[in-house]
């Protein structure tokens, strides 16, 4: 929608997926008026692909060690972050094709399976439901894994969701709540301006007395113009989709030392994504497709699911995920009254809606139920 | 004649060897080819491996395309039903990189043996440079020579336009060109790297150092209620099935659509024993603009020549000429499609067992978008910007011929002979003198043969589709089943961009990649934006650009 700029509002949210989307939403359902500035279009996220994720990703493991004990803390969060999506898929009367069918993370060997039974027992002491699972029992929960699978960590807790529904849901939610939302418009800076600030956009600028950077990665260099450090780094990922099939795949599943994802939707067809590489020329540009990431995902997949190898890819695409330091960037910035941050971590899309309500419950002045100093926008140098 | 029996759903159908399953059923009086989400029975409608409406399963493999599926042994076949269960498989193949995918380097490719591309390879390949050619069809030829591909006594033989194409394809082999047959490209990255997979479902990466590309075009939509019914085709693809395989689409054909493709179609069905119910073409009579007929003459008489002769065929065989028409609706009657005709503030309706539709082409540009070639929009459809070689904006990406824009089969031949010659002298070859005065003759045949186009185009002048008036009924996606009506909401409620579109309502998402709903949805959204569209408003280019089985990216299990 391109609306015309007001040029004075009461909050300005800085990114329109489901992040910024959700901070304007309940905001407005307090009355307040709010303007969404997004330089993409459509209020969705490029990033999301409709996992919902719980039990700590082995990728991220692998790929950033030092960050675990920060995943760690901010795991408590994550089944949490599930209820809420489907808590606020009650309160939108909507259908988002949410399904709560539990993820399964395979294993290939016994050392792999070790590895499992460790992170298993350290998710279990955070709260987490989940269970290591030899072959057997696997097959009789999924009957369709390769013969290489030789068992499987279940989390009870995750699920999927079809994230184009769940964007235009949110999206009608927050346009029927009075949210201006400016599309196809870039933020060029943000200054102070009195107790307040002025936003520059590529159409005009907007004076606010508060402001949310919700744009991922995007944040990064906002906040370093007012003297704010966020070391938030874009993560370019290839994402693949089939055409559909009879229902196959009920989990969200995922491998123990390899990258993937895969679950199936609603509609029947596959997503095969899991963290392979896109590529991004010049950033903020739109991410391209590699041929590399294609091959050794789809792969991959036919390996873990050898019947999907006659299925059809009809389609890929290129997201990006935001990643900072295994953990959320949430709530108010001490140095700058007015300003707030609300960066999820490394499950985006998951921690989007809660993430947005713990942000939007500290600037309504509300208890938001959860200890957010670790999430302090300031605890960067 | 040598041919098959091969099953389809069980019952036995004769079949000629070499013709497409898509031909074999078709004369089998089958239309009902896919079966949709609403359980809705698809056909043939595009002919040419676009649409994705004839899937099939072949010997138990899913999503086959039945016109680009050679009968070459007994088959059997079945309707390919949305979101089948797949077969269980119990072995594994290990996970596979890119490093595992055969890599050709040639120094020059081509992608698309077309008369254009053909022609590029030939020229190229005169002046040194090493060329491979790949096309997708089981044939070089491309659309416009359509080669026979049966044999036998009853096979009417092929005529001056095979003929033409059967000797430069021979000419293409002599210089040394390598043509490679059945073999699609569906991937192009940054970097001059692409990806192709054969009819046998071996998948390779090339690497050239240079590229032609002439894909060529497919048929724009004709959106009226009933245009997804089986046994409503393009014009193209009643074409292929005569052409390539001798088969009548039909017993009953009306022909609907603008320009001279429709004649020589009703010319080649009457020939081969169909009645043709009419021909209904949008523009008037061709004597309503004299001085454009007298262009075109003066710039190519053969080609006004064989105009002359097609119509001639039809007025003597007594087809009804219905000019100042369009088709506004189809639909199934008891005994056959009932077609609604509108113009000239009248309306008739007409049966058929076959309605053809040629209301015009649509250029196949997502290869040459997906390398980053900057486009032009010419209000009705994206023109590739480029040079009097076919340079394109990216070093070292040739283009010609209809995937850059519309200019039919002579122009596309006259261009590739100087991108072939362009490439060949950036890669560094030597033109000498006789290869410039080939190029000297083909800049003037390009010239003239692009005065005998516009002056085509200024007989054929027909109104343009009415966005505005198509009913809200009328499927606007085909492969997503999703209606006008939808896309107009979603426009109503706020939508300004074809890709937000396509999240909130699936137009778009299907295998076909939305080549028919894109021009559609864009002109429906510059209508209500009142902005003009450009190489971005239509959907951002997503390999693959044909559906790609996950087998034949990752070997076989």
Redesign the interface.
């Known amino acids: 929608m391109s609306a015309t700029l007001p040029t004075a509002i009461g909050t300005v949210v800085i990114g329109g997926g489901v992040v910024g989307a959700c901070v304007a939403g309940f905001l407005a359902d307090e009355g307040q008026d709010v303007l969404v500035v997004d330089e993409g279009r459509g209020a969705g996220s490029s990033s999301n692909a409709g996992s919902l994720h719980v039990q700590m990703q082995s990728r991220f493991m692998r790929l950033y060690p030092e960050n675990v004990p920060n995943m760690e803390l901010q795991l408590p969060l994550y089944p949490k972050a599930v209820a809420f999506w489907r808590e606020l898929a009650g309160s939108l009367n909507a259908d988002f094709d949410l399904k709560m069918t539990g993820g399964l993370m395979v294993a290939e060997s016994q050392d792999q399976l070790d590895f499992l039974g460790v992170k298993a027992k350290r998710e279990r002491q955070l709260g987490l439901d989940v269970e290591i699972l030899d072959r057997a029992q696997l097959d009789d929960i999924a009957p369709y894994f390769g013969p290489g699978i030789v068992g499987a960590e279940l989390c009870a807790n995750e699920g999927k969701l079809n994230p184009l529904l769940c964007n235009a849901a949110i999206r009608s939610w927050i346009l029927a709540r009075g949210v201006v939302l400016a599309e196809g418009v870039a933020v060029t800076g943000i200054a102070r301006a009195g107790t307040g600030f002025a936003v520059t956009t590529t159409r005009g600028t907007v004076t606010a007395g508060r402001v949310v950077l919700a744009a991922g990665s995007g944040s990064r260099d906002l906040a370093a113009g007012l003297g704010l450090t966020i070391p938030a780094v874009a993560e370019p990922l290839h994402m693949n989709i089939t055409e559909a099939t009879a229902p196959l795949i009920g989990h969200l599943v995922q491998h123990a030392d390899r990258m993937i994802t895969l679950k199936q939707f609603g509609t029947g067809q596959i997503v095969i994504g899991g963290g392979w590489p896109a590529r991004q020329d010049a950033p903020g540009g739109h991410p391209q497709v590699e041929l590399a990431s294609l091959i050794a995902n789809a792969s991959l997949a036919q390996h873990i699911v050898p019947s999907i190898g006659n299925l059809r890819i009809i389609r890929t695409w290129a997201g990006l995920n935001t990643s900072v330091d295994g953990m959320g960037v949430l709530g108010a910035v001490p140095a700058i009254p007015g300003l707030f941050v609300a960066i999820p971590g490394d499950a985006g899309y998951t921690l989007g809606p809660l993430s947005a309500r713990l942000v939007a419950d500290v600037m309504l002045g509300r208890k938001p139920g959860e200890d957010m100093a670790p999430f302090c926008p300031g605890r960067f140098r | 004649m040598s041919g098959f029996v091969i099953e389809f759903e069980g019952e036995p159908v004769q079949a000629r060897a070499g013709e497409s399953v898509a031909a074999a059923l078709t004369a089998h009086g089958i239309r009902g080819f896919r079966v949709t ?1 609403s359980t809705a029975e698809r056909g043939v409608f595009c002919g040419m491996g676009v649409c994705q409406d004839c899937l099939v399963e072949v010997d138990g ?3 086959k395309r039945a016109c680009m599926t050679v009968v070459d042994r007994p088959l059997s076949i079945r309707r390919q039903r ?17 490093d595992e ?1 055969a890599v050709e380097r040639p120094e020059l490719l081509v992608i698309g043996a077309g008369p254009g591309g053909l022609s590029a390879a030939i020229a190229a390949r005169k002046a040194g440079a090493e060329v491979v050619v790949l096309d997708e069809r089981r044939s070089p030829g491309g659309q416009y020579f359509k080669p026979v591909a049966v044999a036998g006594d009853d096979i009417a033989p092929p005529d001056a336009q095979h003929r033409e194409g059967l000797a430069l394809v021979a000419q293409a082999r002599a210089a040394g060109v390598v043509i490679r047959s059945g073999v699609s490209v569906w ?1 192009a ?2 970097r001059l ?1 692409f ?1 192709a997979t054969s009819d046998k479902g071996e998948t390779r ?1 090339y690497l050239p150092r240079a590229v032609v590309v002439a894909t060529g075009a497919y048929e724009r939509a004709w959106p009226v209620p009933g245009w997804e019914l089986p046994g409503v085709m393009t014009t193209g693809a009643a074409q292929t099935l005569w052409r390539t395989a001798r088969r009548l689409p039909g017993r009953r054909v009306l022909i609907a659509g603008n320009g001279p493709l429709n004649l020589q179609l009703a010319a080649e069905l009457r020939s081969g024993g169909a009645e043709v119910v009419a021909v209904v073409e949008a523009a008037g009579p061709a004597t309503r603009a004299p001085a454009a007929v007298a262009a075109m003459a003066l710039a190519s008489p053969g080609l006004v020549l064989d105009g002359l002769r097609y119509t001639g065929r039809c007025l003597t065989g007594g087809v009804p000429m219905l000019h100042d028409m369009v088709v506004s609706a189809v639909a199934q009657g008891p005994s056959g499609l009932q077609v609604t005709l509108a113009g000239s503030g009248a309306t008739r309706v007409l049966e058929t067992d076959v309605l053809c539709l040629g209301y015009g082409f649509e250029p196949s540009n997502e290869l040459l978008r997906a390398l980053g070639c900057r486009h032009d929009h010419d209000g009705t459809r994206l023109v590739t910007v480029r040079d009097a070689d076919g340079q394109t904006s990216v070093a070292g990406v040739y283009a010609l011929g209809d995937c850059t824009g519309l200019g039919g089969a002579r122009v596309a031949a006259a261009d590739g002979t100087l991108a072939g010659l362009a490439a060949a002298a950036g890669l560094g070859h030597a033109i000498g003198p006789e290869l410039a005065r080939l190029g000297r003759q083909a800049a003037s045949a390009a010239q003239r043969h692009r005065r005998f186009q516009q002056a085509l185009w200024n007989v054929y002048r027909a109104p343009a589709l009415a966005i505005a008036q198509v009913p809200d009924d009328t499927m606007i996606c085909r492969c997503e089943e999703v209606r006008f009506g939808a896309a107009r909401a979603a426009i109503a ?5 074809a ?2 579109v396509k ?2 309502t ?1 137009i778009g ?3 076909c ?1 939305g080549r028919y709903c894109r021009p559609l949805l864009e002109a429906l959204i510059s209508d209500a934006t009142g902005k003009a569209p450009d190489e971005t408003s239509g959907f ?1 280019p ?3 650009f044909r ?5 034949d ?5």
């Open positions: 989400r493999v899913p999503g949305h979101g089948a269960a797949l077969a269980p498989v119990s072995d594994a193949l290990p996970p596979a990189t890119i995918l991937g990255f940054q790297e990806a990466r409620d706020g939508l300004s961009d890709g937000s999240r909130a699936r998402m299907g295998p990649q951002a997503r390999p693959p559906p790609v089985t996950i087998r990216l990752a070997g076989k299990p």
